[in-house]
């Protein structure tokens, strides 16, 4: 699985939109983006993947770059409870010989929500 | 509620000893994932079942070890327990063996003392 890039910690005011970036610049065709958030000590959450289209969900929208080598994570208004850490995941959609489901995650980024 | 559900929510044991971690999938998933989370090492996968069968394992203690039962519920087992294993330790499910989107429980907070 490729490797991610994120910065350890973003501020945003509460209302505004969030932007969470994310660089994965070894990126193969075959492989995905996925966003998982961890509010504090609970179980991580899953909240979008995407494979170079855009995409979006109730909880957020998933901004791929042409060259696939970066993305962004955008929660559009954000409130005091989407404070938690972000983990940004690379890695091959699907079933099959190889690909096992266990997720690797890396140090993510912690964003503050303020009012 | 991700419908997966984790039992007990805290556990305080004595160095040495054994306990069992429970997970119930959620309804219809097939697999069922382990990872731990401590202060010092982040969120790790320890090993994961799929339909019955281990399909794969992570950097899991050989003192650990799990099992999942016909009707899909799966069990954690750590002995010989250390300080060091103190943690919170988490289980997910997907509907199928491969990289869906996995659902985590509420986890289980370990205190080893």
């Known amino acids: 699985d490729a490797k991610t890039t994120q910065p350890p910690s973003m501020d945003c005011a509460e209302g505004r939109a969030a932007n969470l970036p994310c660089n994965h610049s070894t990126i193969s065709g075959n492989e995905y983006v996925y966003w998982y958030r961890q509010i504090h000590s609970q179980g991580p959450q899953y909240i979008i993947h995407?494979?170079?289209?855009?995409e979006t969900n109730e909880m957020a929208s998933l901004i791929i770059t042409e060259d696939r080598k970066s993305s962004t994570l955008i929660l559009p208004h954000a409130t005091l409870r989407d404070t938690a850490v972000y983990y940004c995941i690379v890695r091959v959609w699907g079933g099959g010989s190889g690909n096992t489901g266990k997720l690797i995650f890396g140090q993510g980024t912690t964003l503050q929500v303020k009012p | 509620d991700s419908g997966v559900t984790q039992t007990p929510k805290h556990l305080i044991t004595a160095t040495g000893q054994r306990v069992t971690l429970r997970c119930s999938p959620r309804?219809?998933?097939?697999?069922v994932y382990w990872y731990q989370q401590s202060l010092d090492q982040g969120l790790q996968f320890l090993i994961q079942y799929y339909n019955g069968e281990e399909r794969a394992k992570g950097n899991i203690l050989e003192r650990f070890s799990a099992q999942q039962f016909p009707d899909l519920h799966s069990e954690l087992n750590l002995s010989s327990l250390e300080l060091g294993d103190s943690a919170l330790y988490f289980c997910?499910?997907?509907?199928?063996?491969?990289?869906?989107?996995?659902?985590f429980g509420p986890g289980t907070r370990l205190t080893v003392t």
């Open positions: 309804s219809g998933d097939l697999s």
């Open positions: 995407g494979l170079k289209n855009n």
């Open positions: 997910a499910s997907s509907p199928a063996d491969g990289t869906y989107e996995q659902y």
